[in-house]
């Protein structure tokens, strides 16, 4: 099944990056720049690093020892050295409001969590949105660490912004601190379960490696359109279901994006009734709040 495209959203969301804030760097982080204009991000030893919108495409982002990364806005131009494009580690947090990131050409994880936070389109665990204009193209690991917790949390707001990427948490579960990734799609998010090549160490099998989330938050009811579509084999397992989240499964691929050169129809269609349908990945659901409903 092909990855459905939302009406070119990478390009509409770069070109409106048309101005920028000036970055500002304190001890303990530097920002790099090449001759075609990308940007290499480290912070480290408490270093911090701010800016606006940016105007140079990111490659890298690697935040340790406490340090803190933000940006409001910027464009990925992902690839460099074959790394995470973002690396938090040691207690450290990194945290991107909105734009575009896109790993798919590179098979490399979009964030890696490791003994630190990265926040995309949230300001952490909450939920609480910071933008609508988001296109975020990329799988996401956590790892233990046995100093500090590991967290990714990942907010879709809007009806443009979207996510497609797979969930891996890699984490031992007898660890003391725990390792989480959490969603949050509120009124017209969409996650697309579909795979970036991104578990990058190779240990693992993409075929097979579940995703797992620890929460996955959708609207207060159900007259919104939030969407997570399963278009891979890989099982989902949600800890804990809140407010309603509309699961599509789409073997007949009525979704998908017809006026792509490579697009081609299905050679089988299916009656959305009997068992292979349904084609796609189980998806387990442990707990819900009160309220919460998965609809299928």
């Not at 020892?65 to 690396?87: E, L, M, Q, R």
């Not at 790993?103 to 490399?108: A, P």
């Amino acid at each position: 099944m092909k990855r459905v495209s939302k009406t070119k959203l990478s390009l509409a969301i770069a070109l409106t990056i048309a101005s920028s804030v000036v970055p500002y760097a304190m001890a303990g982080s530097t920002l790099v720049t090449t001759p075609n204009g990308a940007a290499y991000i480290t912070a480290n030893n408490g270093g911090k690093f701010k800016a606006g919108t940016m105007t140079n495409h990111i490659s890298t982002i690697e935040a340790d020892t406490g340090s803190t990364v933000i940006i409001d806005k910027a464009v990925s131009n992902i690839g460099y050295n074959n790394k995470p494009f973002i690396s938090s580690k040691g207690g450290s947090t990194v945290s991107l409001k909105e734009g575009v990131y896109d790993v798919q050409n590179v098979d490399t994880p979009i964030a890696v969590a490791q003994g630190g936070t990265v926040n995309i389109g949230v300001d952490g665990n909450k939920g609480n949105f910071t933008g609508k204009d988001l296109s975020l193209v990329g799988d996401v690991i956590v790892k233990s660490d046995p100093n500090h917790a590991s967290e990714i949390n990942i907010g879709i707001d809007g009806k443009e912004s979207l996510w497609d990427g797979l969930a891996f948490n890699l984490a031992d579960k007898d660890v003391k601190h725990p390792s989480h990734i959490n969603v949050f799609l509120g009124d017209y998010g969409s996650w697309e379960l579909f795979y970036q090549g991104g578990l990058h160490e190779g240990k693992l099998d993409g075929g097979t490696q579940p995703s797992h989330v620890h929460r996955l938050v959708g609207s207060n009811n159900r007259n919104y359109a939030n969407m997570v579509t399963q278009s891979e084999h890989n099982k989902l397992y949600v800890d804990k279901l809140e407010g309603h989240v509309n699961f599509i499964y789409d073997p007949n691929d009525e979704g998908g994006d017809t006026e792509d050169p490579s697009y081609q129809p299905p050679t089988k269609i299916y009656n959305g009734v009997t068992p292979d349908s349904f084609w796609g990945g189980d998806i387990h659901i442990t707990s819900a709040a009160p309220g919460a409903a998965a609809h299928v």
